[in-house]
């Protein structure tokens, strides 16, 4: 059974920094996962991802050069470091897969970015 659980959410000032992390379950770890994220009122988007084989990194530009993600196949767990977070990061993050065509969501973690 696959399981993608987050953690490590929590409330920051403006230029503060969090690090979320999302362990896996049921599935071999070594594919391509992905950071989403969805503000109250807005779609979700996508935030980050890496690919399984290669491991190459994409973010999207409004957090390019502030996120980092990373993994450790060992502990079945994917991070994302935000840095110099902005109130306009607020949002549950959501981690997810898509497993030979099935997706898979997590249940998200809530950042919120305010002074």
């Known amino acids: 059974q696959v399981q993608l659980v987050e953690s490590g959410g929590g409330l920051v000032q403006p230029g503060g920094s969090l690090n979320v992390s999302c362990v896996a379950s049921g599935f071999r770890f070594i594919l391509a996962m992905n950071w989403y994220r969805q503000a109250a009122g807005k779609e979700r988007e996508f935030v980050a991802a890496i690919s399984g084989s290669s491991g190459k990194i994409n973010y999207a530009d409004n957090v390019k050069g502030r996120f980092t993600l990373s993994r450790d196949n060992a502990k079945n767990t994917m991070y994302l470091q935000m840095d110099n977070l902005k109130p306009e990061d607020t949002a549950v993050y959501y981690c997810?897969?898509?497993?030979?065509?099935?997706?898979?969501w997590g249940k998200g973690t809530q950042v919120t970015v305010s002074s």
């Open positions: 997810y897969i898509n497993l030979d065509g099935m997706e898979y």
